[in-house]
């Protein structure tokens, strides 16, 4: 097709013009969010407890004379995209003059309430980890990357796993571990307490790369009948406290795995590639207690949705995001059901069971 013929009309060759634009420049709307997340600006307009007017939020911010009109425009593409919601303030600013001026006043909107500094739900950790230079650099490698041999662009790049760089650069193992803990707090509200029958009649449950232990805790606080052990790198629980029924064990999990009733798997089988989520599978089926006995895996990861429709777009795009983090970062991917049946089959499981849970998350029980 010759683009410049008039097979193609103009309508169309703009629409096209604009996904590339819109594509290209995107990166500004993760960006603008930064800024206004290192600003503080959500816990400015929680702490003041009402909506905020501009002029308020600009005092606040102690931003420079010569850039307060930045913050109109920073907030406006913020609300455009539904961080924050703004709404007219008419204020009288001349009672002589009977002048009316219009100010905007900005309130939070679920999504920046996450974003605040405390709670246990918050999404910040996550958020920024994302966007740190460690782990936004390799994708600048990843077509070099694709015609080399190297294992990920992240080891490329830097020279070392995924696990070694966050573990050698405290900022970021810093937001990654609070960035896990957070989505923890989230998963044992949903899982936890609202899928208790999952967790009823264990007596013993490993969660393998557990991190600092949230979900971990949960099941031995819901559950005190269940003996529940941490298995995670050194480094992540060095510095954790068990209680009566919970305890941390550093190692890893291509070694050995404690032998249970029950194995809980979080956020682990997407970042290992076919290969070694099947090692990891295999370790379980060992680890785990016979089909007589109730022995199973619980595995909490994402199921690819295919063909979405019109109202799972959104969650089928995120996927693919999550799916190409791991093809930069680790050896990883996400899976859709037919690939998690055959590594549970070549494991030596028997049948699972998949319940989606919340967002593009599923709940899968795995069974010998
Ligand atoms: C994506 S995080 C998930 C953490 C936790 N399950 C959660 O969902 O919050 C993956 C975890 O696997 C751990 N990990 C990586 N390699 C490991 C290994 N060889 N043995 C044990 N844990 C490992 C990491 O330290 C990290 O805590």
Redesign the pocket.
Known sequence: MDIMSNEVSANELLQAHELIWSCSISFIKPMSLKCAVELGIPDIINNHGQPITLSNLISALHIHPSKTHCIYRLMRILVHFGFFTATQKVAMVDHELQQDDKEEEYSLTLASRLLLKDGPLRATPFFLVQLDPLLVTPWHSLSTWLQNSDRTPFEMVHGKTF?DG??DEPRVKYL??EA??S??HL?AKIVVEGCKHVFEGLTSLV?????TG??AKAIAKNFPNINCTV???P??VENSQGTKNLNFIG?????AIPPANAI?????L??WSDEEALMILKRCREAIWSKEKGGKVII?EKVLIENPEIDKKSAAETQLYFDMLMMVNLTGRERNKREWENLFLAAGFSHFKITPIAGVRSLLEVYP
């Open positions: 696990w966050v573990g990654f571990t896990m803990a989505d923890s998963m969660d393998i790369g557990g991190g949230i979900m298995l995670d790198l480094y992540v190692g890893d999990m291509f070694e809980l798997l979080k956020w682990i997407h970042d909490i």
